[in-house]
């Protein structure tokens, strides 16, 4: 059975997780009907026993694959402490451009109403000399 286009031209990091994932579902298949397991987890029969722990154990290790690779992707999608370093010194160099943007608009304020003030104070005395 042909399979679609584009499920022929996976990444190879998609290949690797969906083959991990199989190897999860083939092992889980065999644990799937609980009544059975359940009565052969209760007989003396050595045989049945073993086919239940080894189910188990087949799905155990299947599914520890699984999370290593979850892991082992984790820790390659992690930046380096550099890169992490680089991004937080970009961050603080962007917030200190807003605070002094920030501190010139207050000053641009300030001198307004330094000015704002002399006028009135030169207004006043003016005022003040023609009593």
Known sequence: MAQPPQQQEQPPQQDDILN???ALETA??????ARELQAIDRSAHPSHQIDVERHA???????KKL??????LQHQ???SKE???RKEIQALEEELKVKDELIQQ?????QGWRELL??????????LERV
Do not use: G, W
């Open 67 to 72: 999370q290593l690779y979850f892991i082992r």
């Open 106 to 110: 207050q000053e641009k304020l300030i």
């Open 28 to 33: 889980l298949l065999p644990c799937l009907p």
């Open 83 to 85: 890169e992490a370093l």
């Open 77 to 79: 999608n992690q930046p």
């Open 118 to 127: 002399t006028n009135q104070r030169a207004a006043h005395v003016t005022e």
């Open 57 to 63: 154990r087949d799905f155990m290790e299947a599914a």
């Open 20 to 22: 991990l994932v199989s």
